[in-house]
């Protein structure tokens, strides 16, 4: 031991006013080091106290149920282990700086010298990591950085500290945090245990999806038969396994473990409710004993909590908890005529302005999208927008508009789910039936041939109640493929397909739910050539939705091979789940889940792919930041979709990308 590692031993046992610190033996001491005060590191963990005192939330928390505890190992002083106050020293190197520069040691620099220096330089003076605990699979887990470069006989040196200097030794593993990482795995000694964070996933019970509170009767429901069922917005409902759909709910409660971008969390997400994954859900005792009863739900980052309350309380809880309702723009039915996204959005108003002030004639969809259109290096399919005006003709010419105001001012449709879906669904049915107006259809038809000739189209929905600012609409709305030269897919029938989804029951129910108008609801529809041979396809967001210190930057992505669904997966069907470290150095991609539609060990993106993606998401999170990205205290990022398609038959796939909205956020 160093004298000034002696003296730092010293002193953290004086700030800690220890009986027994353990500094300098050759094990860990069986007594706890700290006592009294939080010192801002100590050289030993006696006992699992000291670790929780010392320990803090990961800045990335994409495995739920973790605490972690960074660890400085400084190589220029023999090696002197430190495990830092991870809750007043956020990052390696706030610590270094504070503790570990001058004073007959080297200076600590700039961040960007230490980031550039200690990550990514085997010449590098601190080895730098954290001890995570894994509650879950009961685990303790060295990991470094998954951009870190470290070599295998760091890692092996930095395991051997902490494993000797803690109360768990022999109970280390080291857990590689990316694919860069795991490449030093051959090198590693035999003495050196691992764990892949598929298996820290095994073991863990408990997934947080959205992070809030609800009240609500329990009710355990098989996801099959929810087309059938009619939950009430006010039931908390426990199932079997992620559906694909739900209609408004108080919260979810689902068995089987779901993406963060899977569709009924984003819906969660949207709604403010509480959502989260429970392996044995269906079974748990104490679950099933307030099966029918009111209850009180909360999911929090590390747990959750759920107990039994009165009606009274509950009905008070939900007065209070009222969700407010949904300003919609109002319809601008002046705009007629069919609009190239180039001319949709005036240009000399800010992009915020000009984005809001579309969104009545074009709908929110078809107004981000002529916004992302305008993206330097971010390819989009061509397209243009079909205004509201020609919805709003066509309720107007079939009688819709007079069908529609009578329904709803039914107290029997307004009180009986079964007879409201009932109903919705013949209105839907008419409405595929209905003529359109003759002039727009010959408007549309040459607009096709000039523009689009032989290509299969695709007609997509854009309501002036979807991607909002705190109300996305994310998949409340179809979407339908049309071509002029196929009689079996007619445009027509595309068009009153997308028109006639507005009076979906579960879209009826959502807006029912915010306290949107039904009748203010118009749809527009936003077209663009088809993508018959999709090579691959994708969302993501353009922020790190696991990170609330904003210390980490990073996208989260998800993608799947040919044309699976992404949010909507058959049972048994996963994608790839990659957070992607673009801002750093060798831009490690971290995968959290793997897709079962390519070989095991392959992933659906190459590097170059999965760069481009990289450089798209980059410019349009930089270029909406304007209109959405101005407040620090609140979660910004856009939600993507992409594709790669062979554009041209034979050829190399290409990325192109489908939409851009302000996402909702990951829950408080």
């Known amino acids: 031991m160093s004298k000034r590692h002696a003296l730092i031993c010293a002193l953290s046992v004086f700030l800690a006013a220890s009986v027994a610190s353990g500094c300098g033996s050759d094990s860990a001491s069986e007594t706890c080091t700290i006592e009294g005060d939080t010192p801002e590191f100590v050289t030993t963990l006696g006992c699992q106290s000291d670790f929780d005192v010392l320990a803090s939330e990961p800045l990335v928390s994409t495995i739920p149920g973790a605490r972690s505890l960074k660890i400085v190992m400084d190589q220029v002083d023999e090696d002197a282990l430190y495990f830092q106050d991870s809750k007043l020293y956020q990052i390696h190197y706030e610590f270094a700086s504070a503790h570990l520069s001058g004073d007959g040691l080297p200076f600590v620099g700039s961040l960007e010298q230490f980031n550039t220096t200690e990550y990514y330089s085997l010449s590098r003076r601190f080895i730098l990591g954290a001890v995570t605990r894994y509650e879950g699979p009961g685990l303790w887990v060295f990991e470094i950085s998954p951009y870190d470069t470290a070599s295998a006989d760091m890692i092996t040196r930095a395991y051997r500290s902490i494993s000797t200097n803690s109360f768990f030794d022999g109970e280390l593993y080291f857990h590689p945090t990316s694919d860069n990482v795991a490449r030093v795995l051959p090198e590693l000694p035999s003495d050196i245990k691992t764990v892949t964070t598929e298996e820290i996933f095994a073991g863990i019970d408990y997934q947080p999806l959205n992070l809030a509170e609800s009240y609500g009767r329990l009710r355990f429901m098989e996801a099959a038969t929810l087309d059938t069922q009619y939950p009430s917005f006010r039931d908390l409902i426990v199932l079997d396994k992620v559906p694909n759909d739900i209609s408004v709910v108080a919260g979810i409660i ?29 079974t748990n005792a104490e679950l099933r004993a307030l099966d029918g009863k009111w209850v009180r739900l909360e999911v929090k980052a590390l747990d959750w909590n759920i107990s039994e309350v009165t009606q009274e309380e509950a009905d008070a809880w939900w007065e209070d908890h009222r969700p407010s309702a949904v300003q919609v723009p109002g319809l601008d039915l002046s705009v007629m005529g069919l609009v190239d996204m180039k001319d949709l959005l005036d240009t000399n108003m800010a992009q915020k302005e000009r984005i809001k002030t579309a969104i009545p004639a074009f709908g929110g969809k078809a107004s981000h999208y002529a916004e992302l259109a305008t993206v330097t290096d971010v390819p989009v399919p061509t397209a243009f927008a079909i205004p509201i005006f020609y919805y709003d003709q066509f309720l107007e010419e079939n009688g819709f508009k007079t069908r529609i105001a009578t ?28 003529p359109i107006n003759t002039d727009f259809i010959a408007a549309l038809t040459t607009k096709l041939e000039t523009d689009f000739a032989g290509i299969r189209m695709r007609f997509r929905s854009s309501t002036n109640a979807e991607d909002l600012e705190g109300f996305t609409g994310a998949g409340l709305y179809t979407s339908k493929s049309g071509e002029l030269a196929d009689p079996t897919s007619p445009i027509e029938d595309a068009i009153r397909t997308v028109w006639s989804s507005v009076w979906f029951f579960r879209a009826f129910e959502e807006r029912e739910f915010r306290s949107i108008e ?27 939705i696991f990170d609330s210190s904003g210390l980490n930057p990073a996208f989260y992505i998800n993608v799947q091979r040919g044309e699976a669904s992404v949010v909507k997966p058959l049972p048994g069907v996963t994608s790839d789940q990659i957070l992607y470290q673009f801002y750093n150095p060798n831009q490690p991609a971290i995968y959290l889940g793997h897709s079962t539609e390519v070989p095991t060990g392959e992933h659906v ?64």
Request: glycine share 8%; hydrophobic share 40%; net charge negative.
């Open 407 to 434: 329904m709803l001012e039914d107290a029997n449709f307004r009180d009986n789910p079964m007879l409201r879906d009932a109903t919705l669904k013949t209105l839907r049915d008419d409405m595929k039936l209905a």
């Open 518 to 544: 039904h009748l203010q609801v118009g749809m527009a529809l936003l077209v663009h050539r088809s993508f018959p041979d999709e090579y691959a396809n994708g969302v993501a967001i353009t922020a790190n």
């Open 254 to 282: 689902t068995e089987e473990f779901q993406t963060p971008l899977s569709h009924i969390n984003v819906l969660s997400q949207n709604r403010g409710t509480p959502n989260m994954g429970l392996r044995g859900a269906v």
């Open 605 to 668: 993106l190459t590097p170059t792919q999965l760069f481009e993606v990289g450089k798209a998401l980059d410019a349009i999170h930089q270029h909406f930041a304007e209109s959405y990205g101005g407040d620090p205290s609140v979660f910004y990022g856009m939600d993507v979709e992409f594709k790669f398609d062979d554009l041209v038959p034979g050829g190399d796939v290409e990325l192109q990308v489908k939409q851009a909205r302000p996402h909702p956020g990951r829950g408080q």
